[in-house]
Structures are given as structure tokens and as C-alpha cells.
Nanobody, 120 residues
Framework: EVQLVESGGGLVQPGGSLRLSCAASGFTFSSSAMSWVRQAPGKGLEWVSS????????YYADSVKGRFTISTDNAKNTLYLQMNSLKSEETAVFYC?????????????WGQGTQVTVSS
């Protein structure tokens, strides 16, 4: 059974930092492409970042480039998102998702999400 479990969300002040984690199981993590996707209240899903570790490629939405860093710890089957200089408008539920094999977009598995609230 494929499982993706996010953690690390919480309340942070504008300008602050947070690191999200996604523990993966049930598939070969090291050869898989993974993404972070977020959904703000009342808004649609927004792709944030992806990592294709097997070809050493990372991708970021323009809105987070330079502030967020995606990474993996393959020994722990864990995906991370380091978020710095957070903005109030980035309050959202953050999901990790497994990218469909051979696809540039599209996902076959999702985590349950972790809430990030950016507020003073």
C-alpha cells in the first residue's frame, strides 16, 4: 500500500521559516519523482515544487523560487520542503504527491496534507 504522510505544518509569523516532511512507503522512493502542491482557503490547487532526484533535477513555481528548497533523504524515504521568508498569502494546506511515472504533470498518490498558517 502506498502511503504519503505529511508533517511539520503549523503557525508561523510572516517572514518566518518552516520545514515540511513527507514520509513515504509502499514504492521505490529513490526512483520516484515527488511534488509539493498547496491549496489556500477557497482556492484551487497550486503546484509548488518537484524533485526528480534520479536525474538531479528540481523545479519551483515562480512564486516560491529563491525562498523554498525541495529535497529528499532517500535512506529515510522522506521528502522535505524548506520554506523561508513565508508570506501571509501562503497560508494553505500543503500536500506531497507522487508524480505519475513518465509524466511531467499528474499524480497517482497524495498525502493527507498538513496545514501551514502564516499570520502575526
Amino acid at each position: 500500500e502506498v502511503q504519503l504522510v505529511e508533517s511539520g505544518g503549523g503557525l508561523v509569523q510572516p517572514g518566518g521559516s518552516l520545514r515540511l516532511s513527507c514520509a513515504a512507503s509502499g514504492f521505490t522512493f529513490s526512483s520516484s519523482a515527488m511534488s509539493w502542491v498547496r491549496q489556500a482557503p477557497g482556492k484551487g490547487l497550486e503546484w509548488v515544487s518537484s524533485i526528480y532526484s534520479y536525474i538531479s533535477n528540481t523545479y519551483y513555481a515562480d512564486s516560491v523560487k529563491g525562498r523554498f528548497t525541495i529535497s529528499t533523504d532517500n535512506a529515510k524515504n522522506t521528502l522535505y520542503l524548506q520554506m523561508n521568508s513565508l508570506k501571509s498569502e501562503e497560508t494553505a494546506v500543503f500536500y506531497c504527491a507522487k508524480v505519475l511515472p513518465g509524466a511531467l504533470e499528474g499524480y497517482d498518490y497524495w498525502g493527507q496534507g498538513t496545514q501551514v498558517t502564516v499570520s502575526s
